[in-house]
C-alpha cells in the first residue's frame, strides 16, 4: 500500500518496468497496478479507493 499509486505507476513507465497488469480502479476497492520486478516476481502497488471514487488521502 502506498500513498498515491499513481505517483508509482508513473514512476515506473519512466524507469520502463514491465507491467504485468495496468493501473486501474478495481472493484475490490483499489487503485492497483503490478510490475515484474528483477527477480521476475510480481509487485503489486496499490492505494485505497474513497466511496467518492478517488484516492484516500
Same mark, same amino acid.
Given at each position: 500500500?502506498? !500513498?498515491?499509486?499513481?505517483?508509482?505507476?508513473?514512476?515506473?513507465?519512466?524507469?520502463?518496468?514491465?507491467?504485468?497488469? !495496468?493501473? #486501474?480502479?478495481?472493484?475490490?476497492?483499489?487503485? #492497483?497496478? %503490478? =510490475?515484474?520486478?528483477p527477480d521476475?516476481?510480481?509487485?503489486?502497488?496499490?492505494?485505497? =479507493? %474513497?466511496?467518492?471514487?478517488?484516492?484516500?488521502?
Amino acid at each position: 500500500m502506498v !500513498p498515491n499509486v499513481d505517483e508509482y505507476w508513473a514512476l515506473s513507465k519512466k524507469l520502463g518496468a514491465e507491467v504485468l497488469r !495496468p493501473i #486501474d480502479d478495481r472493484y475490490y476497492g483499489l487503485r #492497483d497496478f %503490478s =510490475i515484474a520486478g528483477p527477480d521476475g516476481v510480481g509487485l503489486r502497488f496499490a492505494t485505497t =479507493i %474513497s466511496p467518492e471514487g478517488g484516492p484516500e488521502n
